[in-house]
Structures are given as structure tokens and as C-alpha cells.
């Protein structure tokens, strides 16, 4: 039973276009993340959210609109995508008070 | 802000020896270090993580140092194998409140046979 998924694992489109990756979290943590993989493998954290309520958004362009629908859930919708999104997403999350990061597997995305 | 310097950004070595990856961070009141392999294709996984309030940590293999003072960790791998072989990437955070963690660039560590 996975800890944290995310669904789609690969994900094409066009540029332009708006999509939507989701994250699950079975942990029963407060805490959800949505980092992001470029193709030199930086990770950097995009947003943070706590029992539903953003925390963090380290500048991540209002394209990128991530939802939270409750605490287990944490959602990211992009519009408008251009070629510089293409990168892997990670969903994450972590217990209280304690910095372990779980990921999810994470979801490629690759605009064209 | 937190910022976390790792060296070397790619390092070979042969299966046995050891491999040594080197972090540094900026903010004094960074309490929690840990580690995370990333295989091919894969998320992430820690494997190892350090509190300031110890010096060094080590398990089976891997084993991590940390000094406060100069502000900079160490991970260590002895005797390595080829399934070592991964990117690893060395974190730093508060560990209290809503803090998250600032991730180094990454090594990627290829083990020969």
C-alpha cells in the first residue's frame, strides 16, 4: 500500500495547455509538499501546505495553482504550460515536528 | 534563507572503495541533516540523517559526520557496491514549525565493477 501516490506518473502535452497532477497521502500527516526536479536533478520545493492551508509558495509562478481539498490530498493544476515546466513533480509529505520527507514517485511532465 | 552547498557533483570510484560526499549550509539554526539516495527513475529515499546534537552517525556502511562550528556534514560510504550507485543529495532544515527542507544540488555516485 503505497504511502504517498501521485497520479499521472507521465504526463505529454503541448505547450499552452493546462493540466493537473494529483498526490495522495495515506500517513495521516498535517504537512503536504510539491517539489520540483529539473533535468539536472536540483529538487526545489514549490509550495507546503498544512491541514489544507498554503504554509509556503517560494515564488512559483501563478500559473502553478496548487489545491488542497483536505488534508490527505494535495493537488497541482498548471496553466498556460511552457517548455521550462517540464520536469519531474514530487508530492511529499512529512510527520510533525520532524523534517523526514516522504515522497511520492513522482510525475513527469514533458511539454512540447 | 537556507543554502546547502555538496560537492563533488559526480564522482567515480571502483566497487570497494570508499566514497566521501562533502555538504555545507548557511543558516546557524539548521538542526536536522539528512540524506537521500534517488536511483534511476525513482523518488528519493532517505537513508541516513544527523541531529545537531550528535557528532557522527553511522549505519552498516554509511556512516555521517557533522561540525556546527564550521557548518558542514559528510557523508561517508565504505566498501561500495555497485548497486551504491545513485544520485545523492544532502538536506538541511529547521527541524520544528513548518520549516522544509533546502536540498544540496546532488552527486551522482557511479560505482565499476
Known amino acids: 500500500d503505497t504511502a504517498v501516490s501521485q497520479t499521472p506518473k507521465y504526463l505529454v502535452t503541448q505547450m499552452g495547455n493546462d493540466k493537473s497532477i494529483k498526490c495522495e497521502q495515506n500517513l495521516g500527516h498535517d504537512t503536504m509538499y510539491w517539489y520540483k526536479q529539473d533535468s539536472k536533478k536540483f529538487l526545489k520545493i514549490m509550495f507546503s501546505y498544512n491541514n489544507k492551508e498554503l504554509i509556503i509558495n517560494e515564488t512559483v509562478p501563478n500559473r502553478f495553482s496548487p489545491k488542497s481539498p483536505d488534508k490527505a490530498h494535495l493537488n497541482l493544476h498548471i496553466n498556460s504550460l511552457e517548455l521550462g515546466d517540464s520536469a519531474v513533480y514530487f508530492c511529499?509529505?512529512?510527520?510533525?515536528?520532524?523534517?523526514?520527507?516522504?515522497f511520492g514517485e513522482g510525475s513527469r511532465l514533458t511539454v512540447l | 534563507g537556507e543554502n546547502v552547498e555538496q560537492h563533488p557533483s559526480t564522482l567515480s570510484v571502483q566497487e570497494g572503495d570508499s566514497a566521501v560526499i562533502k555538504c555545507t549550509y548557511s543558516?546557524?539554526?539548521?538542526?536536522?541533516f539528512p540524506w537521500y539516495k534517488q536511483e534511476l527513475g525513482k523518488r528519493p529515499q532517505l537513508i541516513i540523517d544527523?541531529?545537531?546534537?550528535?557528532g557522527e552517525k553511522k549505519d552498516q556502511r554509511i556512516a555521517v559526520t557533522l561540525n556546527k562550528t564550521a557548518k558542514h556534514f559528510s557523508l561517508h560510504i565504505t566498501e561500495t557496491q555497485p548497486e551504491d550507485s545513485a544520485v545523492y543529495f544532502c538536506a538541511a532544515s529547521r527541524e520544528s514549525g513548518y520549516s522544509t527542507l533546502t536540498f544540496g544540488k546532488g552527486t551522482m555516485l557511479l560505482v565499476s565493477p
Open positions: 543558516d546557524s539554526a539548521s538542526n536536522y
Open positions: 511529499a509529505t512529512t510527520p510533525p515536528n520532524t523534517g523526514e520527507l516522504f
Open positions: 544527523i541531529r545537531s546534537n550528535v
